[in-house]
Nanobody, 118 residues
Framework: QVQLVESGGGLVQAGGSLRLSCTASGRSFSIYTMGWFRQAPGMEREFVARIRWSNGNTYYGESAKGRFAISTDNAKNTVYLQMNMLKSEDTAVYYC???????????WGQGTQVTVSS
């Protein structure tokens, strides 16, 4: 089992920045990829970004390109999501996820609320 705990959400004005953190525990050595997703009220869950644990390769969803950056601190079993130039449409609950194989994300955090005021 892998446990994920997110932090760093909050209220920010449009144009501002936030950094989300997600720390893995348990069988964290089995993690293949970590990612961030988000879900706004009444909307489907949306992919934001992912990073390969072993080599740091990253991939971003369209809404994140150019504004968000995903990174890891492997020594701390932590993944970060730096969010810049935030917009009101970035308001959502952000979820950290981990995949222990290449197929799908099979572990999820509890989510952290990000609210961007315009």
């Amino acid at each position: 089992q892998v446990q994920l705990v997110e932090s760093g959400g909050g209220l920010v004005q449009a144009g501002g920045s936030l950094r989300l953190s997600c720390t893995a525990s348990g069988r964290s050595f089995s993690i293949y990829t970590m990612g961030w997703f988000r879900q706004a009220p009444g909307m489907e869950r949306e992919f934001v970004a992912r990073i390969r644990w072993s080599n740091g390769n990253t991939y971003y969803g369209e809404s994140a390109k150019g504004r968000f950056a995903i990174s890891t601190d492997n020594a701390k079993n932590t993944v970060y999501l730096q969010m810049n130039m935030l917009k009101s449409e970035d308001t959502a609950v952000y979820y950290c996820a981990a995949a222990t194989d290449s197929a799908s994300f099979n572990y999820w955090g509890q989510g952290t609320q990000v609210t961007v005021s315009s």
